[in-house]
């Protein structure tokens, strides 16, 4: 089993920045593919970026330029960096591993970004 433990979220003015760490279990996380996951109240979970054992990234197109996305393989950690935010940005996010076919889910951290 993956443990997966978010950190760093909060509320911010339109146009800061914030960073979000997971922190994860396990002594393969090099072997993890990896990502950050959104939801909106009422809306579905939506993938944000991921990357893979390789370190290849992929955004959707609304975070392209504002988010960073990487990971430390040392440390077990995934990091986002979101930076421009903007109140659409607004969501629970999480962070997922997926590992031996099997997905693994973070608790989830809450964003705010006020106007």
């Known amino acids: 089993q993956v443990q997966l433990v978010e950190s760093g979220g909060g509320l911010v003015q339109a146009g800061g920045s914030l960073r979000l760490s997971c922190a994860a279990s396990?002594?393969?996380?090099?072997?993890?593919?990896l990502g950050w996951y959104r939801q909106a109240p009422g809306k579905q979970r939506d993938l944000v970026a991921s990357?893979?054992?390789?370190?290849?990234?992929n955004y959707v197109d609304s975070v392209k330029g504002r988010f960073t996305i990487s990971r430390d393989n040392d440390k077990n950690m995934l990091y986002l960096q979101m930076n421009s935010l903007k109140p659409e940005d607004t969501a629970v996010y999480y962070c997922?591993?997926?590992?031996?076919?099997?997905?693994?889910w973070g608790q989830g951290t809450q964003v705010t970004v006020s106007s």
């Open positions: 990357i893979d054992t390789r370190g290849n990234r």
């Open positions: 396990g002594s393969v996380f090099s072997r993890y593919a």
């Open positions: 997922h591993a997926f590992f031996l076919l099997r997905d693994h």
